[in-house]
């Protein structure tokens, strides 16, 4: 699985940016698909994931209510919709794949860099 992640950019705190993961390769193996970020001097955190099949989304605490990850299956594309940033949110997003449950995400993408202004 090969995936590209794309979307970032710069933005002023309270707006909104739309990062694209566009999957390849044997994507019918996936199982479920992530958002992580990295900020400077910070590890990764995770940020958001979606089942493949079925859409079940689920959260870290710092972004409920602000983004939203979805997936568009017949594109392969998995979004993450982001809204009312705040300059906590600057870091290099990456996107992720696993193949089984339980599993580790064993598949990433290049990552995209999203920096919010005071």
């Known amino acids: 699985v090969q995936l590209q992640a794309s979307g970032g950019g710069l933005v002023q705190a309270g707006g909104s940016l739309r990062l694209s993961c566009a999957a390849s390769g044997r994507t019918f193996s996936i199982y479920k698909m992530g958002w992580f970020r990295q900020a400077p001097g910070k590890e990764r955190e995770f940020v958001a994931a979606?089942?493949?099949?079925?859409?079940?989304?689920v959260y870290a605490d710092s972004v409920k209510g602000r983004f939203t990850i979805s997936r568009d299956n017949a594109k392969n594309t998995v979004y993450l919709q982001m809204n009312t940033l705040n300059p906590e949110d600057t870091a290099v997003y990456y996107c992720a794949a696993k193949v089984q449950v339980g599993a580790r995400y064993e598949y990433w993408g290049q990552g995209t860099q999203v920096t919010v202004s005071s």
């Open positions: 979606i089942t493949w099949i079925g859409g079940v989304a």
